[in-house]
């Protein structure tokens, strides 16, 4: 069965260095997302995408975020200056769609995750 | 209030136990309902979905929806060791145009299934 595969599946940085989180979706899907898990929380969304541009995003994405489809088959997370407080798993999912009323009925299929620990 | 509660467990039960786990919400927009079920340092996998009140079935899982009392269950039956699991809910308004679908989740229910 097709899945949402993430990399790397841990990542340590430092405070206030740029980490970049990588995912690619499952094949024919169109509607991609970021979503966090802090530590004994819940999973929380980040930001969705759609057409190569953000369609939705939350509180929590401000400018140290940005996402990108760079090619065909990757999807991207940036942190550009990362805190404490990012330490996290990232988890990327996908949903397929075909527009239309379709579009709405196909739920998230999510990664793995990224283990990201800022030191 | 918080937009979903669910209680955070443990829960634990014998094999063959019947389980059911259940989540409210508050907001009166949510019309689509999924159940995800997480093992230890990996990502959601979804086992049921439905945008419709009343019962689905699939094999061992039974999702309800009450949205009159909104309210949410995830019924297992013949429950098994390998149900060991955190099970979230997550539930999204019906959003009629393109790359809606941003999910709200409950905390998650930790379930051990008992040899």
């Known amino acids: 069965e097709p899945e949402v595969t993430q990399t790397p599946s841990h990542q340590v940085t430092q405070m206030g260095q740029e980490v970049i989180l990588r995912c690619v979706p499952i094949s024919n899907h169109l509607y991609f997302y970021w979503y966090r898990q802090i530590l004994g929380q819940k999973v929380e969304f980040l930001v969705s995408?759609?057409?190569?541009?953000?369609?939705?995003k939350s509180e929590i994405f401000d400018d140290q975020f940005s996402v990108e489809r760079p090619d065909g088959s990757n999807f991207t997370l940036k942190i550009r200056s990362t805190k404490l407080e990012d330490s996290a798993m990232y988890f990327c999912?996908?949903?397929?769609?075909?527009?239309?009323?379709?579009?709405?009925?196909?739920?998230?299929?999510f990664g793995n995750g990224t283990r990201l620990t800022v030191t | 209030q918080k937009e979903v509660e669910q209680d955070p467990g443990p829960l634990s039960v014998p094999e063959g136990a019947i389980v059911s786990l259940n989540c409210t919400y508050s907001n009166s927009a949510f019309q689509y309902f999924m159940w995800y079920r997480q093992y230890s340092r990996k990502g959601p996998e979804l086992l049921m979905y439905t945008y419709s009140s009343g019962n689905k079935e699939d094999g061992r899982f039974t999702a309800q929806v009450d949205k009159s009392s909104k309210y949410i269950s995830l019924f297992i039956r013949d429950s098994q060791p390998s149900d060991s699991a955190t099970y979230l809910c997550a539930m999204s308004p019906l959003i009629l145009t393109g790359g809606g679908n941003k999910l709200t989740f409950g905390t998650g229910t930790q379930l051990k299934v008992e040899l």
């Open positions: 995408f759609y057409n190569n541009e953000i369609s939705e």
């Open positions: 999912a996908s949903r397929k769609g075909t527009g239309g009323r379709s579009s709405y009925n196909s739920p998230l299929h």
